[in-house]
């Protein structure tokens, strides 16, 4: 399984912005990976996807849409995501994920997934 690394979590204010990153260690990283979160009480969700291969292929929540931006370096086998315009909604532990083989759509399904980070917190207060 790929190794995965999350950082850049933190607190902001409401409108504020943040990055986080996330560090593969191995080139499965390739294939789809995306970023999940998950707030206390709640289910996992997808927040934005990619296929490695073909970088333009990108899906997103619709809460996130026009907000959020996920990119990947291959250079740097690091996974971004930009989130703007934060709003404590979006507080969350927000974990990345791959998938290693073909990525035949960037999916924003956890079971399709099967390495993970340990997650970074993002606390947006108001």
């Known amino acids: 399984q790929t190794r995965l690394a999350e950082s850049g979590g933190g607190s902001v204010q409401a409108g504020g912005s943040l990055t986080l990153s996330c560090v593969a260690s191995?080139?499965?990283?390739?294939?789809?990976m995306g970023w999940f979160r998950q707030a206390p009480g709640k289910e996992r969700e997808g927040v934005a996807s990619i296929d490695g291969e073909e970088l333009s292929r990108t899906r997103y929540a619709d809460s996130v849409k026009g907000r959020f931006t996920i990119t990947l370096d291959h250079a740097k086998k690091t996974l971004y995501l930009q989130m703007h315009n934060l709003t404590p909604e979006d507080t969350a532990s927000y974990f990345c994920a791959s998938k290693a083989g073909i990525c035949w759509l960037p999916s924003l399904t956890a079971s399709n997934y099967d390495s993970w980070g340990l997650g970074t917190q993002v606390t947006v207060s108001s």
């Open positions: 191995d080139s499965t990283y390739r294939s789809c």
